[in-house]
């Protein structure tokens, strides 16, 4: 892990996460079709515009490791 903001900003490390309702993906509500993709109705899992999800705790995001991934550049 980079050992300063620069570093994490230029994402000067491997891998990635990218969150909904974050700056990669800043419209909650886009990651429906990821869900229901996944069937995560199977496990409950759902999302309407009151709630972000339905079975708290739970979280979404898109994973990346490869080694010339970015997610922006500041």
Do not use: W
Request: a negative charge; one cysteine or more.
């Amino acid at each position: 892990m980079p050992d300063n903001i620069r570093d994490v900003l230029a994402q000067r490390y491997q891998g990635s996460r990218y969150s909904f309702g974050y700056p990669a993906c800043p419209t909650v509500m886009e990651q429906v079709p990821q869900l229901q993709l996944l069937g995560c109705d199977r496990m409950g899992i759902s999302i309407d515009e009151k709630e972000p999800h339905y079975r708290s705790q739970t979280t979404t995001a898109f994973v990346t490791d490869h080694p010339v991934a970015r997610y922006f550049s500041a």
